[in-house]
């Protein structure tokens, strides 16, 4: 796994934007794994400015998201369907029908699920994945005991990722228990991996993921199983890591040509 620290938030998502926008550029078709929470946020703003200012075409694209609340519709402010429009499609030129969540509607959920399967296998698999990381060390929400060869599949949530996510909620609405989520094994199939961490918050789980040993009770940690992943945090979030001088080494001596 690469590990690259930059000094903020900010810097780390423009250099994930920077990363998804040489992709789009070299495969107008691509097709992009997407995340919700509060850590895609800075790139898919600099995403939204590169396709403003810069040109950035999504108008082929298609997108699978890693996860859904279930018993959500997609008019719900807190369903992931409507965070990825506000956040993000509203502002560029995809395409509606290309862009794909898990249905947190889904009556007949197993069914649901294999049909998510089936759509990214239809579209060519994934080439770039983005994914953040939960306090208790969850990628999509594939909390700990999560089978490192998981497919979507339903999840119950743990209290902690219930309180973590409880402020995108309204006050007297209760967030929910279940959720749809990419498995493991799913993430893993995608070309590439982006793990986003930012913030003190994220210290603890990154350091676990990044430099503990790969175990089901730290889903983050299967990205070791991964031959392109790349782990892009900020200074906050990495103070944890024993190996952070190594890491920040190997950023600034990368040979011109590996660059992004
Ligand atoms: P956050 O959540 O981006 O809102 O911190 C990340 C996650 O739970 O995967």
Redesign the pocket.
């Known amino acids: 796994m690469e590990v690259i620290i930059q000094p903020t938030a900010e810097e780390a998502s423009a250099l994930a934007a920077r990363i998804f926008g040489v992709l789009v550029r070299s495969k107008p078709a691509a097709v992009l794994g997407l ?7 800075g790139l898919y703003a600099e995403l939204i400015r590169l396709h403003r200012e810069e040109g950035l075409d999504f108008s082929k694209v298609t997108t699978f998201n ?1 996860d859904e609340y279930l018993g959500l519709g997609p008019e719900h402010p807190a369903s992931y369907h409507h965070f990825m429009w506000e956040n993000l499609f509203r502002h560029i030129n995809i395409r509606p029908e290309n862009t794909n969540l898990p249905d947190g509607l889904a009556r007949d959920v197993a069914t649901s699920c294999a049909v998510y399967e089936e759509r990214i296998r239809a579209a060519g698999g994934i080439d770039l994945q983005v ?5 208790d060390g ?4 594939n909390e700990p005991g999560s089978s490192l060869a998981s497919r979507t599949r339903i999840k119950t949530l743990t209290e902690r ?1 219930r309180a ?2 409880a402020p ?1 909620f309204g006050p007297a609405e209760e967030v929910p228990y279940h959720v749809i989520t990419m498995g493991i094994g799913t993430i893993l199939e995608a070309r590439e991996v982006l793990l ?1 961490g ?2 003190p ?2 210290a603890e789980a990154l350091a676990a993921a990044i430099e503990g040993p790969v175990s089901p009770m730290v889903p983050a940690s299967a990205l070791h199983f991964h031959p392109r992943t790349r782990a892009l945090l900020d200074e906050a979030a990495a103070v944890r890591l024993q190996r952070g001088n190594y890491y920040r080494h190997v950023f600034a001596n990368k040979p011109v040509w590996q660059r992004v």
């Open positions: 995340a919700t929470g509060s850590t895609p946020l890693l994914v953040g990381i939960g306090s969850h990628i999509g929400f990722t973590d996510n995108f986003l930012f913030g918050r994220k």
